[in-house]
């Protein structure tokens, strides 16, 4: 064991270069199976409820009968009121068409029913598009309550989806008159109608809690503090089959499961109803769909974005899930009304707030989860990759073979300045020859003032495009530019940058900062960190080509390298993304600018502050060739750590074959 150390020591290349990589590799490769090993069955478990005081299905529901002419006198009132490109099918309509006429009749339904009612008018502004809307909603008093507890049940004029949720308004109004006569309630009950499930819910709960912008008028009415929520939506006539139950909320949070397994059981234990999650139509328990729902949770949980009118409630801690009927069955209206009831009746018999289940979770199936504690390490590993080339990079700045290599490296660097066309690529191979033909081995002092004030200025220069980013209208083109700006400033100001140890300083402290704030997300939200985590992984292996190899495996190298680099960009993948949706890029960056103005999402702070840390890849030339990408660069931009090229003291048309050699020269994939 000690000879096999000594031996170790006495090579450094590998302890400071293939060790590290082989290291990394192994982690990411370990990260990638640990997920994949989720969906069996030793990795998860079945659901259950952890609260007793829910006690799910345990009573009965008497919503019916008679509440059915109910609901279709308000169906027609409501209905009659609506403009006509409202009821057409897929026909673009604006809040200000349902108000104040629409919202002033849904106040006297209220009224009527015995509710103390109150309205709301709100406005936002977003990448140049102003929202506004009313807001109308109306409150029952627990006769068994002091008003210091409430449950919020919501109906939106349009679904997420856009569509119109006349059943679904109509449903709550009803349920409004029919809880009214029930003397049973301890906490107080909220009936909240917006326009829609993106801006109305929104400006309700922030102003609920007082924390309203400007634009959004405070709240005439309160209740006490919220203790779970449910949206409604029911966007057609003709019955259902099952209930498709949505609970991913903003910036990846999510309810307490035992809100959604109360739900599960209410609906399928004592409707008789069906359940699905995440569009997972014909989940048939195997292993491939367990991975694809699992998957897809994933992917809007790391986007961040607000899948229903519930996501609004998850910043303040308010479980809330969204029931969306969906297919065609036997299921009606007062079915769905029912299932409401109950759950209610559940959520009226808390003592305390939802907390003895989990809040991070994974769902493979509606009884089937992972815990946190199961799926965190897999994130962890992938973060862990970059701590230990940073680690290793480190350690490469102190060391060298050669007291006497330094001197002689200034010297070759002060003759180089003389000569017009030498880059300073040909400066650092000659560097890395010197190295390697001496013999002794010894450490030197690190130079980290400018790497590090470089490093943590990049940072901060990712808030500017970040701020301008959502500020501007999206019609404005400056977001365009700023990339092509940002990149060509900062590679002109390389120049400084010409020992090989500062090159590698940078780098190891974008990699050091890169698992240590991926480590923290994983906490918060893991999708996003796995998701980050992996399209980073190449950034660890990024390395110079030694001027010594052979010049067709250097090419080959070179290509490769950039090849994964650029298809495992953001900006590819986002194309990839939206292509496979048939969303335009438009539109998603519009929604991420909406998302970040309205709904308090920071995804683009993920992305924007430690983007641009690796703003010196090939990436940044290549993105003149490709002038379509220019808008999707500027939200997702993500490139390569210590890949610096500068070509000062180099004119004429030759200089772009020397720069394009130059690039392909240095970088590869080991």
Same mark, same amino acid.
């Given at each position: 064991?000690?000879?096999?150390? %000594?031996?170790?020591?006495?090579?450094?290349? #590998? @302890?400071?270069?293939?060790?590290?990589?082989?290291?990394? *590799?192994?982690?990411?490769?370990?990260?990638?199976?640990?997920?994949?090993l989720l969906p069996l069955n030793e990795y998860s478990?079945?659901?259950?409820?952890?609260?007793?005081?829910?006690?799910?299905?345990?009573?009965?529901?008497?919503?019916?009968?008679?509440?059915?002419?109910?609901?279709?006198?308000?169906?027609?009132?409501?209905?009659?009121?609506?403009?006509?490109?409202?009821?057409?099918?897929?026909?673009?309509?604006?809040?200000?068409?349902?108000?104040?006429?629409?919202?002033?009749?849904?106040?006297?339904? @209220?009224?009527?029913?015995g509710l103390k009612v109150a309205m709301q008018n709100?406005?936002?502004?977003?990448?140049?598009?102003?929202?506004?809307?009313?807001?109308?909603?109306?409150?029952?008093?627990?006769?068994?309550?002091?008003?210091?507890?409430?449950?919020?049940?919501?109906?939106?004029?349009?679904? $997420?989806?856009?569509?119109?949720?006349?059943?679904?308004?109509?449903?709550?109004?009803?349920?409004?008159?029919?809880?009214?006569?029930?003397?049973?309630?301890?906490?107080?009950?909220?009936?909240?109608?917006?326009?829609?499930?993106?801006?109305?819910?929104?400006?309700?709960?922030?102003?609920?809690?007082?924390?309203? !912008? !400007?634009?959004?008028?405070?709240?005439?009415?309160?209740?006490?503090?919220?203790?779970?929520?449910?949206?409604?939506?029911?966007?057609?006539?003709? %019955?259902?089959?099952?209930?498709? $139950?949505?609970?991913?909320?903003?910036?990846?949070?999510?309810?307490?499961?035992?809100?959604?397994?109360?739900?599960?059981?209410?609906?399928?234990?004592?409707?008789?109803?069906?359940?699905?999650?995440?569009?997972?139509?014909?989940?048939?328990?195997?292993?491939?769909? %367990?991975?694809?729902?699992?998957?897809?949770?994933?992917?809007?949980?790391?986007?961040?974005?607000? =899948?229903?009118?519930?996501?609004? *409630?998850?910043?303040?801690?308010?479980?809330? $899930?969204?029931?969306? =009927?969906?297919?065609?069955?036997?299921?009606?209206?007062?079915?769905?009304?029912?299932?409401?009831?109950?759950?209610?009746?559940?959520?009226?018999?808390?003592?305390?707030?939802?907390?003895?289940?989990?809040? #991070?979770?994974?769902?493979?199936? =509606?009884?089937?989860?992972?815990?946190?504690?199961?799926?965190?390490?897999?994130?962890?590993?992938?973060?862990?990759? #970059?701590?230990?080339?940073?680690?290793?990079?480190?350690?490469?700045?102190?060391?060298?073979?050669?007291?006497?290599?330094?001197?002689?490296?200034?010297?070759?660097?002060?003759?180089?300045?003389?000569? !017009?066309?030498?880059?300073?690529?040909?400066?650092?191979?000659?560097?890395?020859? +010197?190295?390697?033909?001496?013999?002794s081995h010894g450490v030197t002092e690190r130079q980290?003032?400018?790497?590090?004030?470089?490093?943590?200025?990049?940072?901060? +220069?990712?808030?500017?495009?970040?701020?301008?980013?959502?500020?501007?209208?999206?019609?404005?083109?400056?977001?365009?530019?700023?990339?092509?700006?940002?990149?060509?400033?900062?590679?002109?100001?390389?120049?400084?940058?010409?020992?090989?140890?500062?090159?590698?300083?940078?780098?190891?402290?974008?990699?050091?900062?890169?698992?240590?704030?991926?480590?923290?997300?994983?906490?918060?939200?893991?999708?996003?960190?796995?998701?980050?985590?992996?399209?980073?992984?190449?950034?660890?292996?990024?390395?110079?080509?030694?001027?010594?190899?052979?010049?067709?495996?250097?090419?080959?190298?070179?290509?490769?390298?950039?090849? $994964?680099?650029?298809?495992?960009?953001?900006?590819?993948?986002?194309?990839?993304?939206?292509?496979?949706?048939?969303?335009?890029?438009?539109?998603?960056?519009?929604?991420?600018? *909406?998302?970040?103005?309205?709904?308090?999402?920071?995804?683009?702070?993920?992305?924007?502050?430690?983007?641009?840390?690796?703003?010196?890849?090939?990436?940044?030339?290549?993105?003149?060739?490709?002038?379509?990408?220019?808008?999707?660069?500027?939200?997702?931009?993500?490139?390569?750590?210590?890949?610096?090229?500068?070509?000062?003291?180099?004119?004429? !048309?030759?200089?772009?074959?020397?720069?394009?050699?130059?690039?392909?020269?240095?970088?590869?994939?080991?």
């Open positions: 064991m000690t000879a096999a150390i %000594r031996k170790l020591r006495n090579n450094p290349h #590998f @302890l400071f270069v293939r060790l590290p990589h082989i290291l990394s *590799f192994v982690c990411i490769i370990a990260g990638v199976i640990w997920l994949l478990r079945g659901t259950y409820i952890s609260e007793n005081a829910l006690l799910p299905g345990q009573v009965h529901a008497y919503f019916s009968g008679s509440e059915q002419h109910i609901f279709r006198g308000y169906k027609n009132e409501l209905g009659g009121l609506l403009p006509e490109r409202a009821q057409g099918e897929g026909q673009e309509w604006t809040n200000a068409e349902l108000t104040p006429v629409i919202c002033e009749k849904i106040q006297s339904i @209220l009224r009527a029913a709100y406005e936002y502004t977003s990448s140049g598009i102003t929202h506004q809307g009313q807001n109308a909603y109306g409150i029952i008093r627990a006769p068994r309550g002091d008003a210091t507890e409430a449950i919020v049940i919501v109906a939106a004029w349009k679904t $997420i989806d856009g569509e119109l949720n006349l059943n679904g308004v109509t449903l709550a109004l009803t349920l409004a008159r029919y809880f009214k006569r029930w003397s049973l309630w301890s906490k107080d009950i909220i009936f909240l109608i917006t326009p829609d499930s993106k801006t109305g819910t929104q400006a309700w709960i922030d102003a609920y809690h007082d924390m309203q !912008p !400007p634009s959004v008028q405070p709240l005439p009415l309160k209740s006490g503090a919220l203790q779970g929520g449910l949206v409604v939506e029911y966007p057609f006539d003709h %019955r259902f089959e099952s209930l498709h $139950i949505v609970y991913d909320g903003v910036n990846g949070q999510l309810p307490n499961l035992d809100l959604f397994n109360t739900a599960v059981s209410i609906a399928g234990g004592q409707m008789g109803i069906g359940s699905s999650l995440q569009e997972m139509w014909d989940h048939n328990d195997s292993y491939e769909k %367990r991975l694809q729902t699992i998957m897809r949770s994933m992917v809007k949980q790391g986007f961040g974005y607000a =899948t229903g009118a519930h996501s609004s *409630f998850m910043p303040y801690h308010i479980d809330a $899930i969204t029931l969306q =009927t969906k297919g065609e069955g036997w299921q009606d209206e007062m079915a769905l009304g029912r299932t409401v009831e109950s759950l209610c009746r559940s959520l009226n018999n808390l003592l305390e707030h939802l907390h003895q289940s989990f809040f #991070f979770y994974l769902l493979m199936q =509606t009884n089937r989860f992972v815990s946190i504690g199961t799926y965190l390490p897999s994130a962890m590993l992938i973060a862990g990759n #970059f701590t230990i080339m940073a680690i290793a990079l480190w350690m490469r700045t102190g060391y060298y073979k050669d007291s006497q290599a330094i001197p002689n490296i200034s010297s070759r660097d002060e003759r180089s300045q003389n000569k !017009p066309v030498k880059s300073q690529d040909t400066r650092d191979a000659n560097n890395d020859v +010197l190295e390697e033909k001496t013999a980290v003032a400018l790497p590090l004030t470089f490093v943590l200025s990049l940072h901060l +220069l990712g808030l500017v495009p970040l701020y301008i980013f959502n500020s501007l209208s999206y019609k404005v083109t400056a977001d365009a530019i700023l990339p092509i700006l940002l990149a060509t400033i900062f590679t002109q100001g390389t120049v400084s940058l010409k020992r090989q140890q500062q090159h590698l300083l940078i780098k190891s402290f974008s990699l050091l900062l890169l698992g240590l704030f991926l480590s923290t997300l994983a906490m918060l939200n893991f999708s996003l960190a796995f998701m980050v985590g992996l399209l980073c992984a190449p950034l660890s292996f990024i390395t110079h080509v030694s001027p010594q190899t052979n010049a067709s495996l250097r090419y080959a190298l070179s290509t490769s390298g950039l090849l $994964i680099l650029n298809i495992l960009s953001p900006p590819v993948v986002l194309l990839v993304a939206c292509w496979y949706t048939s969303i335009s890029v438009e539109t998603v960056l519009t929604q991420a600018a *909406f998302g970040w103005d309205v709904w308090g999402m920071w995804t683009q702070v993920v992305v924007w502050p430690s983007s641009y840390l690796r703003l010196f890849s090939p990436r940044v030339y290549l993105i003149y060739a490709f002038p379509s990408l220019l808008k999707t660069f500027l939200a997702f931009w993500s490139t390569g750590g210590d890949s610096m090229m500068t070509f000062t003291d180099v004119s004429e !048309p030759v200089a772009r074959g020397a720069a394009i050699e130059g690039l392909m020269s240095r970088h590869t994939v080991l």
